[in-house]
């Protein structure tokens, strides 16, 4: 298994900048895709944006052109940089990997980390 600890979140002013990391405690070999989820008081669970084992990316069309995912495979880690953040983007934001398999996937998650942006 993987665990998955997020870190990076914070207070920050309306247009401001964050950059989220997520330090996983094994190698990234057998991950098929790592994504960034959020999570705001009384709504669900959304992707944010995801990143493939092959470099493909996928954003939330609410982040189109502010966020950007990447992965560090040789630390272990997968960062969110966030850019022109608005208030709307306040949640708990979650890391996540997926590993799949024929007939299963594995699903880990970290425990999460706030971002606050105050107008």
């Known amino acids: 298994q993987v665990q998955l600890v997020e870190s990076g979140g914070g207070l920050v002013q309306a247009g401001g900048s964050l950059r989220l990391s997520c330090a996983a405690s094994?190698?990234?070999?057998?991950?098929?895709?790592m994504g960034w989820y959020r999570q705001a008081p009384g709504k669900l669970r959304e992707l944010v944006a995801k990143i493939t084992s092959g470099d493909s990316t996928n954003y939330a069309d609410s982040v189109k052109g502010r966020f950007t995912i990447s992965r560090d495979n040789a630390k272990n880690t997968v960062y969110l940089q966030m850019n022109s953040l608005k208030p709307e983007d306040t949640a708990v934001y979650y890391c996540?990997?997926?590993?799949?398999?024929?007939?299963?996937?594995?699903?880990?998650w970290g425990q999460g980390t706030q971002v606050t942006v105050s107008s």
């Open positions: 094994r190698s990234l070999f057998s991950i098929n895709a």
């Open positions: 996540n990997a997926v590993e799949r398999h024929p007939e299963y996937d594995n699903d880990y």
